[in-house]
């Protein structure tokens, strides 16, 4: 079996996790392609030793044929996985050694049985949703594709921007806000939940439409099918706004022209039969905590 990984710095408290993930992975007979930053920083904290392995950079020479791919670290840990695997859909567990954990729900103390769960059969696959972003220029270098949500948000300036928005082709609304949010069912419980989204069930066939403090405040989220296309025209007194793809961001004026649409592969991620999602945003979102209690 052909297993890739790839993780972030972590701190030390996490080093006998990592020696069980390594150790039971070897046990197992798996042959590891682990990403080359990220091997280099186990070789030198000295966990690798003996530990045959290949490495790999990014996209451009990800391996076809991986059986699994495993995220060390929290949610941003995962989405640059998903930038490496791309189109391949190579299934992805997240193993959380970062802070909150929506898409790594797997702690580091399951990590022996987790792996047991893995290498059974004990799991299921949920092929999650992803935006894609058409633009007149190539913007995130052929990583056009967000997990979590497209962003268009104004730049370095108190000013807001007004986001003209498209839905296939017809006009929708005019946001003066500080900014525009496409959000994925996963992306729900991101940043588009922080600014008054609603929270979307993974397998739901829909984006959600957000404003970041519009003007207007009668002016609210709204859930459209993600069989629709989008098209922006920003107007701003600032000569430049950001766009952003998950964690990725870029700077572009006001000449650029923005298309989105879903993508056409899908974001494979493993959820174990002992991890249930509605737990995991029980926990996360902190649902039926009471300070009173």
Not at 118 to 144: A, P
Not at 153 to 170: A, C, F
Request: glycine share 6%; net charge neutral; aromatic share 8%.
């Amino acid at each position: 079996m052909l297993v890739s990984i790839h993780g972030r710095n972590f701190k030390d408290e996490y080093t006998p996790y990592i020696i069980d993930l390594l150790y039971a992975l070897k046990q197992k007979k798996v042959d590891l392609v682990i990403q080359k930053q990220y091997a280099s920083y186990l070789q030198k904290k000295g966990l690798l030793g003996k530990v045959g392995h290949q490495t790999y950079q990014d996209k451009n020479d990800y391996p076809i044929g991986i059986d699994f791919h495993i995220s060390l670290g929290g949610d941003g840990t995962l989405l640059e996985s998903v930038t490496h695997i791309c189109e391949k859909e190579t299934p992805m567990l997240g193993i959380n050694m970062g802070r909150l954990g929506y898409l790594a729900p797997v702690s580091p103390k399951e990590i022996n049985s987790a792996l047991d769960e893995l290498f059974s059969g004990e799991y299921h696959l949920e092929k999650r949703t992803m935006i894609h972003l058409d633009s007149n220029l190539d913007l995130f270098s052929g990583v056009n594709f967000g997990l979590n949500e497209l962003a268009i948000l104004k730049r370095d300036t108190s000013s807001m921007i007004i986001v003209h928005t498209y839905l296939n082709d017809q006009f929708l609304n005019s946001y003066w806000a500080d900014g525009l949010l496409i959000s994925t069912p996963t992306g729900s419980t991101g940043y588009s939940l922080s600014c008054g989204g609603p929270v979307l069930m993974p397998e739901s066939n829909s984006f959600i439409i957000t404003p970041v403090s519009p003007h207007n405040l009668n002016v609210r989220p709204l859930i459209v099918s993600d069989d629709v296309s989008l098209r922006f025209e920003i107007e701003s007194r600032a000569k430049k706004f950001l766009v952003a793809l998950d964690a990725r961001s870029v700077a572009i004026d006001l000449s650029v022209r923005l298309k989105a649409r879903k993508e056409s592969f899908k974001a494979n991620l493993v959820q174990l039969n002992s991890v249930r999602y509605l737990n995991t945003l029980r926990s996360k979102l902190n649902w039926g905590l009471d300070i009173r209690n």
